[in-house]
């Protein structure tokens, strides 16, 4: 079983609002991650956790802030958002080099 | 630095046709590479992957590719294509601390 699940599937949301992306393995994989995607894009990594320990941070901005509670569970905030971050955001976990990629939830931020 | 490139940002192909879809890359280590198909509104999905060992490597839905390390090529081919193919393509280069470089990505069309 190669299964990430991430919630909600959908979102959409005000420029004041406060939300929560939620990401789930249970492959035992001990690494992480969120990217964002545009469309037509490939993904960007925005953040990296191992042993659920935040390893990598690729300067994102502060209204973006991730979590994670378990070994299982990855947590993405989202608070204050501009309209550009309207995108994909992917969860993804790895075994090894190699990633394994969630459905994604679409957000749209009016 | 290590990067990847994907010639052709749109390949078109009949139905039962051959699908080859290109990837080069540079690394300055033995590469990790990958293949991923992104369906529309979807995840990404692993198609297959090189790591080590044997070059030619076959994947999920009919898909195979091989690591030519003079070329420094991982081209994806698949003998006849299937309407069900049609999504983007993504080769990827694994640099190492869980970080991928993708390539642009590839939009595959089939026409019946």
């Known amino acids: 079983d190669t299964e990430v699940t991430q919630t909600p599937k959908h979102l959409v949301m005000g420029m004041t609002n406060k939300k929560s992306l939620k990401c789930e393995q249970h492959?035992?994989?001990?690494?992480m991650y969120w990217y964002k995607q545009k469309a037509k894009k490939p993904p960007e990594l925005m953040f990296v956790?191992?042993?659920?320990?935040?390893?990598i941070n690729e300067s994102v901005p502060s209204r973006f802030s991730p979590e994670c509670p378990n070994s299982s569970l990855l947590n993405l905030h989202l608070h204050a958002l501009q309209p550009e971050d309207s995108a994909l955001y992917l969860c993804?976990?790895?075994?090894?080099?190699?990633?394994?990629f969630g459905p994604g939830t679409r957000l749209l931020v009016l | 630095a290590q990067s990847v490139t994907q010639l052709g940002s749109h390949v078109s192909v009949s139905e039962g046709a051959l699908v080859l879809l290109r990837c080069n890359y540079s690394?300055?280590?033995?590469?990790?590479l990958f293949w991923y198909v992104q369906y529309p509104n979807q995840g990404l999905q692993l198609l297959l992957k090189?790591?080590?060992?044997?070059?030619l490597v076959k994947g999920i839905n009919g898909f195979e590719a091989e690591f030519k390390k003079s070329e420094t090529s991982f081209h994806l081919t698949k003998p006849s294509a299937h309407m069900s193919d049609a999504a983007e393509y993504f080769c990827?280069?694994?640099?190492?601390?869980?970080?991928?470089?993708f390539g642009q990505g590839t939009e595959l069309s089939v026409k019946p």
């Open positions: 993804a976990s790895s075994i090894g080099e190699t990633q394994y």
């Open positions: 492959m035992g994989h001990r690494a």
């Open positions: 956790y191992s042993y659920e320990k935040l390893s």
């Open positions: 690394s300055s280590v033995p590469p990790y």
């Open positions: 090189y790591t080590t060992g044997a070059t």
């Open positions: 990827a280069v694994s640099v190492g601390g869980g970080k991928l470089i």
